[in-house]
């Protein structure tokens, strides 16, 4: 174990800390989206007494206008009512206890062979086993968890993907895993489940879910797909081309694929 228990529990508290942050952020927008739902049945209200008063005065054509603004004002209500529904959903998650962190805590260092703390980054961190994809070797990966950022839990801020061994695509060193690329990962269909065990502390599941995804390939969404990994990428048409396809042009310094190469 390379934390201690009291390291854990300590860490624990700072992850509950900012998980409570984050719901109470989430109450706070619950107000503000039932503001604007009242905003807009007041109002219709205020539309409704227009209405009223063209009739009592006879004013048909004023009335034709004021009706315009009530089949406006209606189609607007059912989007509030959802944006206040989809709120108060986010509001339901249970923030856990301290010791159901630890609890989490203790199981992600058992499982991973040992959890890592950076107190500079503040990045609670585990490490996989060196990764292999249909013959591709990409070596180690860091799965780092900024623990502040949980107060947020703003897209690809949380989490980062470290490649502790880099053996990136030959076309760009910044994608270092198929579904990697400047450490921020792409996690196709597993994304909210990812963001739901962090919402709610389930830091265990978390580094699993991420680890499934980084440890299997989906050949329909890489950024750079696997049979082109070793590939050059061409400087006139922009082609991925094996490294033994491409040829190197002495005078501008750049590599050309063998279409542009005959040019």
């Known amino acids: ?12 508290s700072d992850i509950r800390d900012q998980l409570l942050t984050l719901k109470q952020s989430k109450q706070r927008q619950v107000q503000t989206r039932a503001t604007g739902l009242i905003e807009q049945m007041n109002r219709l209200v205020r539309i409704r007494r227009k ?51 630890y609890e989490e805590l203790t199981q992600a260092d058992e499982e991973f062979d040992g959890l890592v703390y950076h107190k500079k980054g503040d990045l609670l961190a585990v490490t996989t086993e060196p990764i292999e994809l249909q013959d591709v070797y990409l070596g180690e990966f860091e799965i780092q968890l900024h623990v502040p950022s949980l107060a947020e839990m703003r897209y690809n801020s949380v ?10 695509a030959g076309s760009n060193e910044c994608v270092t895993h198929p579904h990697v690329s400047d450490e921020q990962l792409c996690p196709g269909d597993a994304g909210a489940a990812i963001n739901m065990a962090l919402t709610a502390g389930r830091i265990c599941d978390f580094f699993q879910l991420v680890n499934a995804v980084i440890t299997t390939y989906n050949p329909d969404s890489p950024h750079i797909s696997l049979d082109r990994w070793n590939g050059v990428s061409c400087y006139e048409c922009g082609y991925v081309a094996n ?21």
């Open 1 to 12: 174990m390379n934390l201690s228990k009291r390291q854990l529990i300590r860490i624990a």
């Open 51 to 101: 209405l009223n008063l063209c009739e009592i005065r006879n004013w048909q054509a004023a009335g034709e206008k004021v009706l315009m603004q009530v089949e406006a004002a209606l189609r607007d209500i059912p989007y509030n009512i959802q944006q206040v529904e989809q709120a108060v959903q986010a509001c339901n998650v249970k923030v856990p206890s301290v010791t159901e962190v």
């Open 159 to 168: 989490y980062r993907i470290f490649a502790l061994d880099p053996h990136p």
């Open 243 to 263: 490294s033994d396809e491409t040829y190197w042009c002495t005078s501008c310094d750049q590599d050309y694929c063998s279409e542009c190469s005959s040019y």
